[in-house]
């Protein structure tokens, strides 16, 4: 395993790179690197071996993941409009803070053609015979084994409820060693011995301790993480596996497999803010790159890199839902038939999940009606207990006050009494609140109807509570039963109160599993549909809500998977430009492959016709003004050598002319009609703005060219290309020629590159012509816009592959606010924007003037 800095480019190509150590990334990495392939695992976060987790307050505060502000922990809080959402960072994933539980989804709630809210389906193309063998197999390697004792208060609280409001009650499978060996009794606190893999970590287990704190870190190594077993038993089988290394973006290499770049976190940073989006990116090709970075983080990837690939799935970002997980409150429990004592619960007692109930679905056909799901007892630490008592400040002031008050008279010689062990006793209170409180965990069928997107090149999930209001209403009700079973209240989680808002530490969906690229991003195995080699599997994978705890559930997704990848089914194939489905291309265009299909994108007539880089600048391999590098010719027409500088007068510099230009607009992916992109653009809230200042470096030359050629330098906004996207190089062309007399043409060329490092081009084009109509303002603001597979120049233009297109404009106050920009530099500024406007005002007119002309007798142009 390591832990340390990286070569900028790994020169080997391996079989499988797994990015993520949770549950679908360990299984795979496991079952590839036991049948002998060369498997890579990169992880953002780092290892926690026994002892490993903090616990002191000063740790704890820190104990989160947000690298940029120096803090490299465990949780990972995200939040969004709807809800929020709790995962892991570190070396196994989501199994180092989960409750344990292993299982399996109910084999009626594999649901086919089931209808969302707003169209569509929740369709799941495996079911429960396909996953058993797999369920088999993982609950083996987990050592999974139901809670074996008898005396828990809780564990007995909730079943006894059950028992009265006629509820199934069961004891889960745990992934927990309550015993030293299999076949051992239990006895907390023993040393576990260790599998013949060995440990990773190297350092001993110890069996439950019954300390519940499973959600923040077992420090005891009883629970049986991933690290302690399936990346262990990888590890041992060779896998290389990296911590403190995250995936920023991927590309398909040209003869297949990918190419994954990645930054390394600095431990020696940790504590210290740290500009991230500035870390060195290393590189590494595979030939199989899997996706298992939980469902925000595979879902972020491929959002972040939907550039790079061309034709994937529109179904990218849907079906997500957080498996109905809403957590409740049991507070004051008592006992007795007038309930007058209180009940002990003990929640702090036993590992954080001993026992689920169970509540039907109408799928069942039992009678039960609504979407089915699971409540299950949920306890904590014993520090949260003193939290909970402390926190209760009157009663806890008056003991405190008590107290003082008794051994200011012991001092004064009022009370002799010596022994205190009684007034420390009333000190700490009877303790009633946090021993009669149990939480209560649900989860369960919620509808999957949340869309996930960039917003600003952050990750954005629009999912609320209403679709699935019946669902939780359900929730809410038994387990206010539960609660008054046990002659307590029930108390919402508080994010309730604040618009029926939720945590879910179960999110999934995003790149979801469909029988075809129409209904999702995968197939049943999780390769992504026309990717060969490129997989998904993680909880971002599965098209629904598993109803119970969805965490073997995925890992027997992902064991299944690397069967069919193993017995040659899904060898890799080229990852080049992918075809679309079926042979089919979106709507109002014609289906490519790119160069290496022999295919050819079409062009605008416009960007047909090549344009001259601007002064300065030049294209890559070329001179000046597109000269090709190397030509004899001299740029811009001037011949002759130059002279004997020190017999030739100082030459006056040029003048040089700015001005800055904001356009906004729509585009779509994998359409190469700009009309068509800001339609499908706009109809999917896909935005592409950008901010461009725009430098004739000589004015006199810009006016006396032909291609009136100028820089380009800025940046792009636009989400589903990652975010924000600086000019690399950019070339601007005013008012150019074609050979029609009565048309112009301004040229946008932009080399920009993606975040994960994608090179793209923005190619755009303003048609000039005379319309009938007032058509001056719309065609002189209205941008064609269409975005290209690398950095291309003019005559690449036919030959490249076309990512999208759509249509960007000037809006009247960015028009007005352009007007203000104008800046000159050089010694005559006034002249320059003299030329400027003359030029500008000329074009016009010899476009429109003649209709204006007739329109107006005797008027001639100025």
């Known amino acids: 395993m390591a832990d340390a800095s990286h070569d900028s480019q790994d020169t080997a190509l391996v079989d499988t790179v797994v990015v993520g150590s949770g549950f679908g990334g360990a299984v795979t990495a496991y079952r590839l690197a036991e049948a002998g392939q060369s ?67 109910d084999e009626r709630w594999f649901v086919n053609e089931s209808p969302l809210p707003g169209g569509g389906y929740e369709n799941w193309p495996v079911g429960r015979a396909d996953l058993d063998p797999h369920y088999d197999r993982v609950e083996r390697m987990l050592g999974a084994a139901t809670y074996p004792y008898q005396n828990t208060p809780k564990t007995l609280a909730l079943h006894q409820a059950a028992r009265r409001l006629d509820l199934p009650v069961f004891r889960p ?77 991927f590309t398909p ?50 959002l972040r890199n939907r550039a790079a690939l061309p034709g994937l799935s529109s179904a990218l970002g849907t079906r997500f839902c957080g498996n109905g997980d809403l957590l409740g409150l049991v507070l004051h429990a008592t006992a007795g038939a007038d309930g007058s004592r209180p009940l002990k619960l003990d929640a702090s007692r036993g590992p954080v999940i001993t026992s689920a109930v169970r509540g039907g679905d109408a799928l069942d056909e039992d009678g039960s009606s609504g979407r089915g799901f699971y409540i299950e007892d949920a306890g904590y630490p014993d520090f949260v207990a003193w939290l909970a008592e402390s926190s209760r400040l009157p009663g806890g002031a008056r003991r405190l006050l008590g107290f003082g008050l008794h051994r200011l008279l012991a001092r004064l010689g009022v009370d002799p009494a010596s022994r205190v062990g009684g007034q420390l006793a009333l000190l700490l209170g009877p303790a009633v609140f946090s021993a009669t409180s149990l939480p209560l965990l649900g989860m369960g069928r919620d509808v999957p109807d949340g ?25 809410r009700s038994t387990m206010r039963d539960i609660a008054g079973a ?25 790149a979801p599993m469909g029988r075809h690229p129409g209904e999702g991003v995968c197939d049943d195995i999780g390769e992504v549909f026309g990717f060969p080699g490129l997989h998904v599997l993680d909880g971002a994978l599965l098209p629904g809500a598993v109803g119970a705890n969805p965490s073997l559930t995925i890992a027997a997704v992902a064991d299944r998977a690397c069967d069919r990848i193993l017995e040659g089914k899904t060898a890799p194939r080229t990852a080049g430009r992918a075809p679309h489905a079926a042979g089919r291309a979106p709507a109002g265009r014609t289906a490519h492959q790119g160069p290496a299909a022999g295919g050819t994108a079409p062009r605008t007539p416009a960007e047909a016709a090549p344009s001259a880089p601007a002064t300065p600048a ?45 356009m906004k607009g729509h585009v779509a992916l994998d359409v190469d009609d700009p009309e068509e992109g800001r339609a499908l653009g706009r109809s999917l809230g896909q935005r592409l703005n950008f901010r461009l200042t725009i430098t004739a470096a000589d004015v006199d030359r810009f006016v006396a060219e032909p291609a009136h050629a100028a820089d380009a330098a800025g940046h792009v906004d636009c989400d589903i290309l990652g975010g924000r996207l600086e000019v690399e190089h950019g070339w601007f062309n005013l008012f150019t020629q074609d050979g029609d007399a009565g048309r112009r043409r301004m040229l946008y060329r932009l080399h920009l590159r993606t975040q994960e490092g994608t090179p793209l081009t923005l190619t755009g084009h303003k048609d000039v012509h005379d319309d009938p109509g007032a058509d001056v303002w719309p065609d002189t603001s209205t941008l064609y816009v269409r975005l290209l597979a690398g950095h291309t120049h003019p005559d690449d233009d036919a030959t490249a592959p076309v990512i999208g297109a759509g249509i960007v404009i000037i809006r009247i106050g960015d028009f007005l606010q352009q007007l203000t920009t104008f800046r000159t530099t050089g010694p005559h500024p006034a002249r320059a924007m003299e030329l400027f406007g003359k030029l500008f005002l000329g074009e016009l007119w010899a476009v429109y003037g003649g209709r204006l002309a007739r329109a107006v007798p005797g008027k001639d142009r100025p």
């Open 173 to 249: 499978p745990l992934a927990v060693s309550f015993a030293p060996r299999p076949g051992a009794p239990p006895v907390p606190g023993a040393q576990i011995t260790d599998p013949d893999y060995g440990n990773l970590h190297g350092l001993p287990r110890s069996t439950c301790r019954l300390c519940g704190e499973c959600d923040i870190g077992c420090n005891y190594g009883s629970k049986n993480t991933l690290d302690h077993t399936y990346l262990s038993a990888a590890r041992h089988h060779g896998a290389d596996i990296r911590t403190r290394c995250e995936v920023r973006g």
């Open 451 to 475: 869309r996930m997107r960039l917003r600003r090149g952050h990750l954005d999930v629009d999912w609320t509570t209403l679709t699935s209001r019946a669902y939780f209403e359900r929730v």
């Open 618 to 662: 030049t294209h890559p391999g070329r001179g000046r003004s597109g000269t090709p590098a190397g030509s004899t010719g001299t740029p811009f027409g001037f011949t002759g050598a130059p002279a004997d500088s020190a017999h030739t007068p100082p030459v006056e510099p040029p003048t040089s002319l700015s001005f800055t230009e904001e």
């Open 253 to 302: 290499r040209p003869g297949g497999g990918y190419d994954v770049s990645y930054v390394v976190h600095d431990p020696a940073r940790e504590g210290r803010r740290t500009a991230t989006d500035r870390l060195p990116l290393h590189r590494i090709g595979c030939r199989r790159l899997v996706l298992a970075a939980g469902t925000f983080g595979s879902t972020y990837l491929l």
């Open 39 to 105: 498997v890579v695992v990169l992880e953002r976060g780092k290892p926690y071996p026994p002892g490993g987790f903090p616990r002191s307050p000063a740790d704890m505060a820190r104990n989160f993941w947000d690298p940029s502000n120096g803090l490299h922990g465990l949780f990972d809080i995200w939040s969004f409009r709807g809800l929020e959402g709790v995962v892991s960072s570190g070396l196994g994933g989501g199994s180092l803070i989960y409750a344990n539980v292993l299982l399996r989804k």
């Open 486 to 510: 046990l002659g307590g209240d029930f108390l919402d989680n508080p994010l309730w109160w604040w618009g029926n808002r939720v945590i879910t530490v179960h999110p999934l969906g995003g």
